[in-house]
């Protein structure tokens, strides 16, 4: 507990045995005594525990804003020691004290369970690091992240967070990024390898040079979203704020029209003035919409925090809410649903051994950074390829060159054709490179972009939880399309299309009748319109991308589709939440508002018009605390 939640426990203590100290002197000994002095005996406990919320509502009365909960709690309590005065009327001295310290008494555990649930998210985005150790003229020094410019080199030992986004100049080690991406798994780097800040280096010491000022860098990108998430606020809490704006002046106008209405008319009502003015100050006490104010927006909160939990994070509320609608889900292929690697899938020898094959394409290719030649590169393995000579590279046809003093031409069929080898087209899903050496036709090599481990059981996790659509748009051939298609299980799915046309098919799919949002899933670097476009843009594996970051408003930290069908239902259960708190204050509030303008609660008015308000306001908070939980 804080300092001031510990006061103010103080008080309450204080306040109620000053509270059971009066009433056993007013009933044992002042029981006849004059109503003025039976209470003062009141007044201590009740300017201890309330003092803070009469001023309140003064202050804010002085600044012009009357409505809220501390004037509501400050003129019903007050009443209730006035209208003892009244002729007819019952002293409430007692009760007037008790509201006011059940009415701390829940304030005091709302603040402790919104600062539970605020420090738990705050302990789930602790990614910031504090200190950053640069090398300087060959010595290391600590210093802010903020001050490292890029190109300096930066030390990061086992055990500390990796402050900001660089490349590995030396060493070895595991990583953990379960605070960027939700997995527990350790992440293996080394030299060559990119690392981003906000991860945890595991086992060895790493040199890193620095390639993003901290500014840029993936955790005060991520910071940065976790802070603006508030401006985006969803349908409900838009609502819940133009609500609280109308409704307090309307239960105070209702509060007076049930003091001041039912006397003038008392043949048809009956009752006093004293006590139809004492049911509506119960009924101001119950009118009070903080089980609303707070709970709903902290729902929101802890949801978007219980998704960074497992490396989702959602850019704000209206976000969330609209990711639990989703109806369709599009995907990109490449980089998405599929690895964005090429690598060898299958050999073709003619005359040739498979290893030979690839040895005389991986070497013809030896001095390219295409990722087809990276491919072949990969496939030969360890083995040292012989160094090409005369190397022509045939625009829109492949390579020639003399590996082993003979030619070896590497390539498309048209290539072939021109080096007179006799080729045949092969039937097969990716790139395929034909080979020849010396005129003579040596075989193929096929060359693909393999499917994800995750991606078909993502898809049928999205139509287990009700999506009824799934679409694959991709730039790829269509053979290529349609047995990706297959392997993951889509719906429907579109192939060779431009950028702008993947832009023209998500407007034809949201023009067509659809109850839900559609969301589309791509890899945030080369599909920022279509994310922009969609209801809802979710980058795939945006690790360190600035660019899915920005151009998104769902982020999937890593590389697994899997987590889409996970945020969609934590988003829904989210949901479910807020309507259930809305459902829960409006049914209760509303039920004893009715029971206390009718009088039918007897002495239990009081008692019953607290827990209408903090006791509903308390269930309300700690329901909301349930959405820092992930959804399975």
């Not at 509201?99 to 998210?121: C, D, H, N, P």
């Not at 491919?375 to 003399?402: N, Q, Y």
């Not at 559609?518 to 843009?537: E, K, M, Q, S, T």
Request: aromatic share 6%.
């Amino acid at each position: 507990m804080t300092k001031r939640q510990k006061r103010n426990l103080c008080r309450i203590i204080g306040g109620a045995v000053l509270l059971l100290s009066a009433f056993l002197l007013e009933h044992v000994w002042l029981a006849d005594a004059r109503l003025v002095l039976r209470m003062l005996l009141y007044l201590p406990a009740y300017f201890l525990v309330g003092y803070d919320v009469l001023w309140e509502a003064f202050s804010n009365i002085l600044r012009g804003q009357v409505f809220d909960e501390n004037f509501l709690m400050a003129i019903a309590t007050v009443g209730a020691l006035a209208v003892a005065f009244l002729p007819g009327a019952e002293a409430e001295f007692a009760e007037a004290v008790f509201v006011m310290i059940f009415y701390q008494t829940g304030e005091l555990f709302q603040s402790v369970a919104v600062g539970k649930s605020r420090r738990s998210i705050s302990a789930l985005m602790d990614i910031r690091p504090e200190t950053a150790r640069v090398e300087r003229a060959g010595e290391e020094a600590e210093v802010s992240p903020e001050e490292v410019a890029v190109g300096q080199v930066i030390v990061i030992r086992p055990g500390e967070k990796i402050p900001l986004d660089g490349c590995v100049l030396s060493g070895r080690s595991d990583l953990n990024t379960l605070a960027l991406t939700g997995e527990a798994a350790p992440r293996a780097v080394e030299v060559g390898d990119t690392v981003v800040s906000g991860c945890t280096n595991l086992t060895g010491a790493l040199r890193v040079r620095v390639e993003k000022p901290f500014s840029e860098s993936t955790v005060s990108r991520i910071l940065q979203l976790m802070e603006n998430m508030g401006t985006r606020k969803s349908r409900s809490e838009q609502f819940i704020t133009r609500f609280a704006k109308y409704y307090t002046p309307f239960v105070v106008i209702a509060a007076l029209l049930v003091a001041f209405l039912p006397p003038l008319f008392s043949g048809n009502f009956g009752g006093s003035f004293a006590m139809w003015l004492s049911r509506a100050l119960t009924f101001l006490v119950i009118s009070c919409p903080c089980a609303l104010v707070i709970s709903v927006p902290l729902s929101f909160f802890g949801g978007i925090g219980g998704a960074s939990r497992m490396g989702v994070l959602i850019k704000g509320s209206q976000d969330l809410e609209a990711l639990s609608k989703t109806e369709i889900a599009v995907f990109d292929k490449t980089g998405t649903l599929t690895c964005g690697s090429f690598t060898v899938t299958d050999v073709f020898p003619v005359g040739v051994s498979r290893e030979e094959l690839v040895m005389l394409a991986a070497a013809a290719e030896s001095e390219s950074n295409h990722p087809i030649a990276k491919a072949l590169h990969a496939a030969a393995g360890e083995r040292s390829l012989p160094k090409p000579e005369r190397v022509t590279e045939v625009a829109g046809r492949g390579i020639r060159a003399h590996v082993l003093g003979e030619e070896v031409a590497v390539g498309n069929l048209a290539l072939m054709q021109e080096v007179g080898a006799d080729a045949v087209s092969i039937p097969a899903s990716g790139t395929v490179v034909f080979v020849a050496r010396n005129g003579t036709y040596q075989g193929a090599v096929v060359i693909s972009d393999t499917v994800k481990p995750g991606a078909a059981a993502a898809v049928r996790d999205l139509a287990a939880c009700g999506v009824s659509r799934t679409v694959m748009l991709t730039g790829d051939r269509r053979e290529t399309a349609r047995q990706v298609a297959e392997q993951v299980g889509v719906t429907e799915w579109h192939a060779e299309l431009l950028p702008i046309d993947k832009v023209h098919e998500v407007e034809v799919l949201l023009a067509a009748p659809h109850k839900g949002t559609l969301v589309f899933v791509g890899d945030g670097i080369n599909d920022a319109p279509v994310l922009a476009r969609a209801d809802v843009g979710v980058a795939m594996g945006a690790l360190g991308s600035d660019v899915a970051i920005e151009a998104a408003d769902v982020v999937l930290m890593d590389d697994d589709p899997r987590k889409l069908a996970r945020a969609i239902r934590h988003a829904r259960r989210t949901l479910s939440i807020v309507r259930q708190n809305i459902v829960l204050a409006l049914s209760v509030k509303g039920a004893v508002m009715l029971c206390a303008a009718l009088g039918i609660l007897g002495r239990w008015q009081m008692p019953l018009a607290i827990f209408a308000d903090v006791g509903v306001a308390v269930i309300a908070i700690l329901n909301a605390m349930r959405t820092l939980r992930q959804a399975k």
